[in-house]
């Protein structure tokens, strides 16, 4: 590995673990539907002047696939920043990065059945721990009195988003849309500003403030495009499995910036089921001994 390219993975995971916190500062601040609608439009105005005419050039090549491009539009950019947004309200930063640290082991479950990629050691014994991981931070402590006590609604909503962007990374790498990068991300900026209207039009119209303004800076510049840039840059140089396990990262950059930005307490719970949920979705990427299901002939 090259040490030099390790920036680039780096600063797109430090990006989208500051866009976690940014989105718990966005609550009570902006309504959810705005902020999504907002951030998408900003992000398709800035891309456009370097996209729109050579994506309006390929407009062959790309017709047949609006389709698909819609889902994943739908599930990568709409569901799951907006129910990010909507978790942001009860659930906290440091709980919605632990929760979105599963991203990558949701991957390789959805993998199994949507890809036909056989399921490993690691993918079951990783995804039982991780299970158990995050049973003990929704719980706050307690995951065999987890219904009993109740759970943070939010705490939900981001599990929700996180399977969401899950089956959107299993859906990018099932469907191989031949498309370059550049255009195809254009295309679902623009596809989620469709989406999002209509919420948009019936949701509570927050104004563009001097408090909001930033947030809305972040989520439409850093977290919609510089990350992506720096993402695709690190898959260059670097391969996409090197780069997946900075995603490990991702909780712990979370923890250490909402302590810092919002000053949240870092309770036991969080850290107990930090670990355990980071360790299982270690273990599922580490160990790729496959699981002999068959059963013997006899």
Same mark, same amino acid.
């Given at each position: 590995?090259?040490?030099? =390219? ?11 673990? /500051?866009n976690t916190v940014i989105s718990k500062m966005s609550a009570g601040v902006i309504a959810p539907e705005d902020i999504s609608f907002y951030r998408w439009v900003l992000a398709a105005a800035l891309m456009s002047p370097f996209l729109a005419r050579q ?29 990010? =947004?909507? +978790?942001?309200?009860?659930?906290? &930063? ?47 402590? *307690? ?6 006590? /109740? ?9 929700? #988003?996180?399977?969401? =962007? ?9 469907? &191989? $849309? !031949? ?6 991300? =254009? ?10 209207? !209509?919420? %948009? ?5 927050? !104004? ?5 303004? !930033? ?6 510049? #850093? ?14 140089? $670097?391969? +996409? ?11 712990? %950059? ?6 810092? #930005? $919002?000053?949240?307490? $870092?309770? /036991?719970? *969080?850290? &107990? ?5 980071? #360790? ?19």
């Amino acid at each position: 590995m090259q040490l030099k =390219y390790i920036w680039f993975p780096l600063g797109a995971v430090s990006i989208w673990a /500051g866009n976690t916190v940014i989105s718990k500062m966005s609550a009570g601040v902006i309504a959810p539907e705005d902020i999504s609608f907002y951030r998408w439009v900003l992000a398709a105005a800035l891309m456009s002047p370097f996209l729109a005419r050579q994506t309006w050039a390929a407009r062959a090549q790309i017709r047949p696939h609006l389709g698909k491009i819609l889902v994943l539009a739908l599930l990568g950019m709409v569901l799951f920043q907006s129910l990010a =947004y909507f +978790a942001a309200a009860t659930s906290s &930063a440091t709980s919605m990065g632990i929760i979105a640290s599963l991203m990558p082991l949701l991957t390789l479950l959805l993998s199994i059945q949507l890809l036909s990629e056989p399921p490993t050691v690691g993918t079951l014994a990783g995804g039982l721990l991780s299970l158990f991981g995050l049973a003990v931070l929704i719980g706050r402590g *307690h995951p065999l009195a987890l219904f009993d006590n /109740g759970v943070v609604v939010g705490d939900l909503l981001m599990l929700l #988003a996180t399977i969401a =962007y899950g089956l959107y990374g299993v859906m990018l790498r099932r469907w &191989a $849309l !031949p498309l370059r990068t550049w255009q195809l991300l =254009y295309m679902q900026v623009l596809m989620a500003v469709v989406l999002l209207f !209509p919420g %948009f039009v019936l949701g509570h119209h927050s !104004p563009v403030t001097a408090d909001n303004l !930033p947030i809305l800076l972040y989520a439409g510049i #850093a977290a919609s495009i510089i990350s992506q840039f720096l993402w695709m840059r690190g898959v260059a140089h $670097l391969g +996409a499995s090197r780069c997946a396990i900075f995603v490990n990262l991702m909780p712990i %950059f979370t923890v250490i910036i909402a302590v810092a #930005a $919002l000053d949240e307490e $870092l309770h /036991g719970y *969080h850290a &107990a089921g930090g670990v355990i949920t980071l #360790a299982g979705v270690i273990m599922a990427q580490a160990l790729k001994q496959r699981l002999n299901i068959r059963a013997k002939a006899g």
